[in-house]
């Protein structure tokens, strides 16, 4: 089963494991997968009949060949990751958008609650966001701030960060002010422990910085690496 790309030529073909064409892919560009769906960004081309009107991203299911669905194609598009992909729009400084699209093509999330200013990918049914709207979303000083939605687009919680890491192994580390802490999936601090710096967590460690030194904790935030060292990865 399942499908794969062909070439002939200066063409391209998406074909079944039997050798069948189920779509001919004129200038197309694979740019992610994800639950059996692949996207792939589509340029416009006006002497090309097959081609669209306008540049746009196409899903497509990865098994039967068939579209699923289809969106504009904005300044930048990201995904997907876990089902969701993130187009970026455009503007000046202040009007910049981001929101998540499903495996269709359609907003993940309805408003007021679907748009933000900035928008990183999921993970663990976890993303890293801004508010909608500059003046929302930076300081005065010019930072911006950052909290986490989960899987329906909900707010985890009642702070935002001016740093936020993706979350893995079921903990994130987060800035709020100088300082770095972990928080578990529920938006609540993790253990007690404030870092100069931190790092996501990896074969059950993570590693963080007191002082000048890196050491590594575990994920009760008990330290099982001494503070010796100039660089995590020494």
């Known amino acids: 089963g399942g499908t794969f790309v062909a070439r002939k030529g200066s063409h391209q073909f998406l074909v079944d494991s039997e050798g069948k064409v189920l779509q001919e892919l004129y200038e197309w560009k694979q740019t992610g997968s994800s639950g059996g769906v692949s996207t792939w960004e589509r340029k416009r081309d006006r002497k090309f009949p097959g081609a669209p009107k306008k540049d746009v991203i196409t899903f497509i299911d990865e098994k039967t060949g068939e ?9 930048h598009w990201e995904g997907p990751q876990e089902g969701k992909g993130i187009i970026t729009e455009q503007g000046d ?32 049914d976890r993303a890293v ?17 950052k909290y986490f939605i989960d899987e329906k687009g909900k707010k985890l919680g009642d702070k935002k960060y001016r740093e936020a890491k993706s979350f893995s192994e079921g903990f994130a580390a ?23 710096e931190a790092h996501s967590f990896k ?12 050491g590594f904790i575990n994920i009760h935030g008990q ?5 010796k060292y100039k660089h995590p990865s020494d």
């Open 223 to 227: 330290q099982v690496v001494d503070f």
């Open 174 to 196: 987060v800035q709020e002010e100088a300082d770095w802490y972990f928080i578990d999936k529920n938006g609540q601090i993790a253990f007690e422990g404030l870092f100069y």
């Open 67 to 75: 579209f699923v669905g289809e969106c504009n194609q904005a300044w």
């Open 93 to 124: 400084r202040q009007s910049t958008t981001s929101h998540y699209v499903n495996t269709k093509g359609k907003k993940a999330f309805r408003q007021p609650m679907g748009n933000f200013y900035s928008a990183e990918a999921f993970s663990e």
């Open 203 to 214: 074969n059950g460690m993570a590693a963080v910085q007191r002082g000048d030194n890196w």
């Open 129 to 145: 966001v801004s508010s909608s709207g500059f003046v929302n979303a930076v300081t005065s000083s010019g930072q911006l701030r």
